[in-house]
């Protein structure tokens, strides 16, 4: 039997259709961290398509260079820059190489990462890992954004992805409070940042289909489209659309916000990235 194929590769992101008018984001620079994969990879794909210039950021050169000749070669513009977004030290090399560039626009957090276990038996190097990079990571990214838009007096957008965190996801606690920790922070610098100019809103992915899918547990896989009341998986696409709304010119008068993109899991639903304890099998 042939391996089931999950997610949008870069052939199909590379005509998927898009609502949006093709010189959409001109003249715009798009800095999208963890670009070279999963969503950040689709955004980066819809955003050059439309106009941008984009520049992904990640810790892996071979996957950013794989990444940009595969864009490149369907004539975007897009360039790579390494970061550990980490390492304090490591993002503001990253801001001094862009802003030598000519700045960018909008920052899209994408990077992140964690690993489904009960909490109960989470270590002390897992639990800080997770938060380190997906909490005090996305900060370093944030501030180092909003310190290069306030000293250089242009407007500026921050779209950062999180998961929903209020019902239904279960199996990686860690996340849930790093990236609840992130929505809290958003909202606060959508009102710190208003009078520089600058947007922040976040995006809750639900369950997301990836070409990573292809080494999950077939029968949590095989679950996961009824997590949510649409009763089916979202594409990375559909999460890149949401970046471009909220990003760009469309959602101007929009800050503080958490857009859903979970086919209503954060009302009804429920997700395991674990085995479900026989409790709650009724």
Not at 49 to 66: P, V, Y
Not at 97 to 123: H, K, M, R, T, Y
């Amino acid at each position: 039997m042939a391996e089931k194929e999950f997610g949008l590769d870069d052939d199909a992101l590379a005509i998927h259709p898009t609502v949006y008018g093709p010189e959409a984001f001109k003249g715009k620079t798009v800095l999208i961290s963890g670009g070279a994969g999963g969503i950040g990879r689709a955004t980066a794909w819809l955003l050059g398509r439309l106009g941008a210039r984009i520049i992904i950021a990640g810790r892996s050169e071979a996957k950013l260079a794989s990444a940009v000749v595969a864009m490149t070669a369907r004539g975007l513009h897009v360039t790579s820059q390494t970061v550990d977004i980490r390492e304090p030290e490591s993002v503001a090399a990253l801001y001094a190489a862009i802003a030598e560039s000519g700045g960018f626009d909008i920052l899209v957090n994408s990077a992140g990462g964690q690993f489904p276990q009960a909490a109960i038996d989470f270590s002390v190097k897992g639990w800080n890992t997770v938060v380190n990079t997906n909490l005090n990571g996305t900060w370093h990214m944030m501030q180092g954004a909003g310190r290069h838009w306030r000293d250089t007096g242009r407007p500026g957008s921050i779209v950062t992805i999180v998961v929903v965190t209020g019902h239904g996801l279960h199996g990686v606690a860690h996340t849930i409070a790093a990236r609840s920790g992130v929505i809290g922070l958003s909202r606060a610098l959508a009102v710190e940042w208003a009078p520089h100019n600058i947007r922040v809103n976040c995006i809750a992915p639900g369950v997301i289909e990836t070409p990573g899918w292809k080494v999950y547990d077939e029968k949590a896989v095989e679950a996961y489209p009824k997590s949510n009341p649409m009763m089916r998986n979202g594409t990375t696409w559909d999460v890149a659309e949401a970046c471009a709304y909220l990003g760009g010119s469309a959602a101007a008068y929009v800050t503080g916000e958490v857009v859903h993109v979970a086919g209503g899991a954060q009302l009804w639903g429920e997700t395991w990235t674990i085995d479900k304890p026989d409790y709650f099998k009724v």
